[in-house]
T-cell receptor, first 108, second 119 residues
Framework: GQNIDQPTEMTATEGAIVQINCTYQTSGFNGLFWYQQHAGEAPTFLSY????GLEEKGRFSSFLSRSKGYSYLLLKELQMKDSASYLCAVHNTDKLIFGTGTRLQVFP | GAVVSQHPSRVICKSGTSVKIECRSLDFQATTMFWYRQFPKQSLMLMAT?????????EQGVEKDKFLINHASLTLSTLTVTSAHPEDSSFYIC???????????????FGPGTRLTVL
């Protein structure tokens, strides 16, 4: 089967750093995406990892270890607007299989 | 980036009626589109892969006779929820892949979603 697990909820303080983990066991792997989703809206693309290592894009970084089936999204200098759900998704052939999602709440 | 639209954005219907949701790729062609369902506070669940000119591929546990998918052109896929019931109330999102020149992979572009409420 396909298992992609994330913590259900996380809280953090404005200005802080938070790391959202994602572990996966899938039948195939062509890359891993991270998306941000605000309530009632479509997911928006944050990052893509296909090789092991860290990809940095401004305040957001994403890490992948294919041998461990593990990824994380790192958010720095948290802002109130970062309160949202964060979804990791494994690209398997042509499909995206989404993880359970993590709701992040940022407090002032 | 590429744009995908959905219509309607919100629909309320009575139990037993059928509802059609449209997904359009506005500035690119998509031979494949994906339909997802999302219940409150849950993640996106892939329902089916819509294939232009051929039958859709449904994920395990999704009733193909209840969720009819038609992909009649390279820019339009429709999802019809037949004989809708309150448990079908959900957020339905479509997506279409397009080659991303920046990353050379099929980035998924998502529609804004359709909120279905069945009374």
């Amino acid at each position: 089967g396909q298992n992609i697990d994330q913590p259900t909820e996380m809280t953090a303080t404005e200005g802080a750093i938070v790391q959202i983990n994602c572990t996966y066991q899938t039948s195939g792997f062509n890359g891993l995406f991270w998306y941000q989703q605000h309530a009632g809206e479509a997911p928006t693309f944050l990052s893509y990892n296909v090789l092991d290592g860290l990809e940095e894009k401004g305040r957001f970084s994403s890490f992948l270890s294919r041998s461990k089936g593990y990824s994380y999204l790192l958010l720095k200098e948290l802002q109130m607007k970062d309160s949202a759900s964060y979804l990791c998704a494994v690209h398997n052939t042509d499909k995206l299989i989404f993880g359970t999602g993590t709701r992040l709440q940022v407090f002032p | 980036g590429a744009v995908v639209s959905q219509h309607p954005s919100r629909v309320i219907c009575k139990s037993g009626t059928s509802v059609k949701i449209e997904c359009r790729s506005l500035d690119f062609q998509a031979t494949t589109m994906f339909w997802y369902r999302q219940f409150p506070k849950q993640s996106l669940m892939l329902m089916a892969t819509s294939n232009e000119g051929s039958k859709a591929t449904y994920e395990q546990g999704v009733e193909k006779d209840k969720f009819l998918i038609n992909h009649a052109s390279l820019t339009l896929s429709t999802l019809t929820v037949t004989s809708a019931h309150p448990e079908d109330s959900s957020f339905y999102i479509c997506s279409a892949p397009s080659i991303s020149s920046a990353y050379s992979y099929n980035e998924q572009f998502f529609g804004p979603g359709t909120r279905l409420t069945v009374l």
